[in-house]
């Protein structure tokens, strides 16, 4: 019990950590991208859109990273794109506790404003993945128990069925001599 509980504990730590790399690494990479149309984006109003996207966008892409890595590793099948469509949820969560990228007067837009969308994405990447691959980690960990467990069962189940079935045989004097 409390091995399988320091399991779970660990799955969570090391999918933590696992998740702030990926989303930090790929928050970078998006936020590159969007950091190129950043003037755009501001002189057309669109910070609040633009902030909801990133964050399913991020969110769904982690999450049929995670379900696909996850699969291999544990030899399930799960879908990546239910994983993906799970994880947008948390993605809109992270926006509502993070916020939405600001700018607060689109006149005086400034060069180093092209980087807002970078640091917004690599702290909202690096939030949501680690999130997404803590709790998927420890879940696979978990179904993984229960799954052996349920097999520990079964198998403890047919050896007393074949125990009872080898008593029988015992009882009735059956043998090979007698055919």
């Keep these: 019990m409390i091995g399988n509980l320091f399991k779970i504990i660990i799955a969570l730590i090391l999918g933590f950590f696992v998740g702030l790399a990926l989303g930090s690494a790929l928050g970078l990479l998006v936020g590159l991208v969007v950091g190129f149309f950043y003037q755009e984006i501001v002189y057309s109003g669109q910070e609040l859109l ?21 699969n291999k590793m544990f030899e399930t099948e799960h879908n990546h794109i239910g994983g993906a469509l799970r994880c947008a949820v948390i993605g809109i969560g992270v926006i509502f506790f993070y916020g939405i990228i600001n700018t607060p007067d689109p006149d005086a837009f400034n060069p180093e404003w092209y980087f807002v969308p970078l640091g917004y994405c690599v702290s909202i990447g690096a939030q949501i993945g680690s999130i997404i691959f803590a709790f998927f980690s420890a879940g696979a960990v978990v179904q993984d128990l229960v799954i052996s467990a349920a097999n520990l069962r079964k198998a403890r189940e047919r050896k007393i069925e074949s125990k009872n079935e080898l008593s029988f045989y015992k009882s009735q004097n059956f043998s090979d001599d007698d055919k």
């Excluded at 633009?50 to 996850?70: D, E, H, K, P, R």
């Design 50 to 70: 633009l902030s909801i996207v990133l964050a399913l966008l991020l969110a769904g892409l982690m999450g049929s990273f995670a379900t696909q890595s996850l």
